[in-house]
Each structure stands twice: as C-alpha cells, then as structure tokens.
Nanobody, 121 residues
Framework: VQLQASGGGLVQAGGSLRLSCAASGRTFRSYPTGWFRQAPGKEREFVAAISWSGGTTYYADSVKGRFTISRDNAKNTVYLQMNSLKPEDTAVYYC???????????????WGQGTLVTVSS
C-alpha cells in the first residue's frame, strides 16, 4: 500500500482545510487508516483514525468537534476535514494505514509523505 497525502497549505485561524490521503492497492479498503501530525521539535501525535468500513472513528481530544475523518473506499481515499483551525494545529500531517484501528503510530505499517498545514494567528 502506498499513500500520498495532500491538501495542506496556509490558512488563517478559524479557517478550514480538507486533507486527502490517496492510496494505491486494492487492499487499502481493508485497512484502518489514521492521521497523525508532527510540529517542529515535537513528537508525532495521533489526530484521528477510521475503521476500514468507516463505521468507527476516533479523535484526539484536541481536535474533537473540529476535525472529521471519513473515507471513500471506492476512491481509495481518506479525508480529514479540519474546521476552526488554531495556530497550535500547525504541523506536518501524515496519513497511515494499519492492520487494526489504533492510536499508536508504532502500529501503523504504511505512511504517506506528509503535507504541511500552517495556521496563522
């Protein structure tokens, strides 16, 4: 499975962005998928995850109510809709696929290259 994240950019606080994670490989639709982020000087942290069917989602407390993860298995794509963005959301965002739904980055087998999100105050 190969993943490619896109959709990052510069946005003002309070604005919105939608990230996309496009995958190659027919088996992608069977993988739970997550979004992580890493700010300069900080460890990579969990943002959101979605089960292979899309029926179950998980969010970090810091983004709950503002971000929404979804997937379209027909298009082999997972999305992260980010609303009410804050400067502290500034980071490189990565999508990843795992064999089970989990918040731990160490259990994800496949990673995209990352897309930069910058939120100005």
């Amino acid at each position: 499975v190969q993943l490619q994240a896109s959709g990052g950019g510069l946005v003002q606080a309070g604005g919105s962005l939608r990230l996309s994670c496009a995958a190659s490989g027919r088996t992608f639709r069977s993988y739970p998928t997550g979004w992580f982020r890493q700010a300069p000087g900080k460890e990579r942290e969990f943002v959101a995850a979605i089960s292979w069917s899309g029926g179950t989602t998980y969010y970090a407390d810091s983004v709950k109510g503002r971000f929404t993860i979804s997937r379209d298995n027909a298009k082999n794509t997972v999305y992260l809709q980010m609303n009410s963005l804050k400067p502290e959301d500034t980071a490189v965002y990565y999508c990843a696929a795992a064999s089970k739904s989990t918040r731990s980055p160490y259990e994800y087998d496949y990673w995209g290259q990352g897309t930069l999100v910058t939120v100005s105050s």
